[in-house]
């Protein structure tokens, strides 16, 4: 089992930047490929980017690449997210995710265990 908790979500304007953190915990956080969704309500949820267990590959959505970073650091069993230029359509919840099986995907249905979720609301 792995337990992953968000925070890190607010209220910014259209422009900023925030940092999103997932702290992992329950199984070895170094084995896990770690990921970041976001939903909106009525929609999808939608991939954002991920991490492979040693952070040395990432792999993002296109709406997001060279604005959004993820990062990890296993030493302190969390994985990150930092979000610069934000605009007001992406607003919406974000989830934290990891993934038990080597190699990282942009499914959220290969991923097994997720966070609760922080809200982040870009006002323009």
């Known amino acids: 089992q792995v337990q992953l908790v968000e925070s890190g979500g607010g209220l910014v304007q259209a422009g900023d930047s925030l940092r999103l953190s997932c702290a992992a915990s329950?199984?070895?956080?170094?084995?896990?490929?770690m990921g970041w969704f976001r939903q909106v309500p009525g929609k999808e949820r939608e991939f954002v980017g991920c991490?492979?267990?040693?952070?040395?590959?990432?792999w993002y959505a296109d709406s997001v690449k060279g604005r959004f970073t993820v990062s990890r650091d296993n030493a302190k069993n969390t994985v990150y997210l930092q979000m610069s230029s934000l605009r007001p359509e992406e607003t919406a919840v974000y989830y934290c995710?990891?993934?038990?099986?080597?190699?990282?995907?942009?499914?959220?249905?290969?991923?097994?265990?997720w966070g609760q979720g922080t809200q982040v609301t870009v006002s323009s």
């Open positions: 991490i492979s267990w040693s952070g040395g590959i990432t």
């Open positions: 329950g199984r070895a956080f170094s084995t896990l490929v």
């Open positions: 995710s990891a993934r038990v099986s080597p190699g990282l995907s942009r499914n959220e249905d290969d991923y097994n265990y």
